[in-house]
């Protein structure tokens, strides 16, 4: 099993930005890629970036690209998610994930950004 605990949400106005952070624990070596989803009041989650543990590579949802980079600290199992130019469309709940290589998916318990206009 894979533990994840994300923290770093906030109030933050149009144009500010944030760091989310997410501690990882567990069986972290079946673990291939790590990712942000968030999701907004009636609205379903959505992928945000993706990062392959691997190689690096990494991708991001047309939405956020240019705005948002994912990192991670090896060294700290640590994903990050840094936010610039925020707008008040980001506002959501933001989750921490892990694919693993056996196919089964782990969730934070999310942390709330709300960007006001």
């Known amino acids: 099993q894979v533990q994840l605990v994300e923290s770093g949400g906030g109030l933050v106005q149009t144009g500010g930005s944030l760091r989310l952070s997410c501690a990882a624990s567990?069986?972290?070596?079946?673990?291939?890629?790590m990712a942000w989803y968030r999701q907004a009041p009636g609205k379903q989650r959505e992928l945000v970036a993706k990062m392959i543990i691997s190689d690096g590579t990494r991708d991001y949802a047309d939405f956020v690209r240019g705005r948002f980079t994912i990192a991670r600290d090896n060294s700290r199992n640590m994903v990050y998610l840094f936010m610039n130019n925020l707008r008040p469309e980001d506002t959501a709940v933001y989750y921490c994930?892990?694919?693993?290589?056996?196919?089964?998916?782990?969730w934070g318990q999310g942390t709330q950004v709300t960007v006001s206009s």
């Open positions: 994930n892990a694919d693993l290589t056996t196919m089964n998916h782990y």
């Open positions: 567990g069986s972290l070596f079946s673990v291939y890629a």
